[in-house]
């Protein structure tokens, strides 16, 4: 079996590197037969992608981009996060891209759940689905690298799908990081970028930003996370406890060494030590 393919890109141009990143993935073969898809950034709080907290609106302007180009009309931008994601969408610059492209933003916490048992739970048995997210059959992962308190360790592109539950039914999974294997098998992501342009160390809201000029981006959203953390200083052996669960699962690699990476840089050239949370 082929190793999985993890892209990783120089450069401090957010559109420019997503653009580049999906086409060195081959993500036309992902998106080929999909009709509508979802792209989903972090849009934690109100705060700014230089700051290392939020997803780059240059990013998702290169995943629409390259979207487009690849003859997909119906595409939305769809988040939950902990603010006003409306306004947060005005504020960061959401909008204007939505109005460019002619493309759907969703604010998740204004919607209604959708329950959905999960098929073979193993510590979470079901979740609330934003109803809207139902009505995609692709989504994209559009995720900050950044550090994460308590047991996450870090916030990448599986966790980044919790934005989708329903407002005030993502209390569970917030305790139980390790239920994020049963929310996979809901709802996972085709195609997961990683914008690490501006990383987050310390805390996944009140980050310390630190410059990496760095995408990292993939079909197996699992390799993805692997690599991403290694570039944040995690060891193979320090995976994040989610991440390897993942991998035992059956959703993808977690193991570098099983892991094929193309690009312009290795995990070596641009890996640094951030700072963990103190929680």
Known sequence: MERSVVVMLKGTDGKELAYK??????????????KRILVKPNITIMR????????????????????????????????GGGCDVTEAYRKLGFNDIAERHNVKLIDINRHEGVLIKVPNPHFISEFWIAKPVLDYDCIISAAK???????????????NMMGLIARHKRGQIHREDRGIVDLLQIIKPDISVIDGIVGGEKHELTSIPVRMNLLIAGKDFVAVDAVSSATMGFSNEETPRHIRLAEEKGFGTSNLNKIRLIG?????DVKKNFKRADI
């Open 145 to 159: 690298l950044k550090i994460h308190a308590g047991e996450w360790k870090v916030t990448l592109a599986m966790k």
């Open 48 to 79: 700014t992608a230089a700051e290392g907290v939020t997803t780059d609106p240059n990013v998702i302007e290169g995943i629409i981009m390259f979207l487009r180009d690849n003859g997909v009309k119906e595409i939305a931008i769809g988040e």
């Open 264 to 268: 312009d840089v290795k995990i070596e």
């Open 21 to 34: 990143a999906l086409e060195a993935m081959d993500a036309g073969t992902v998106i080929s037969e999909k």
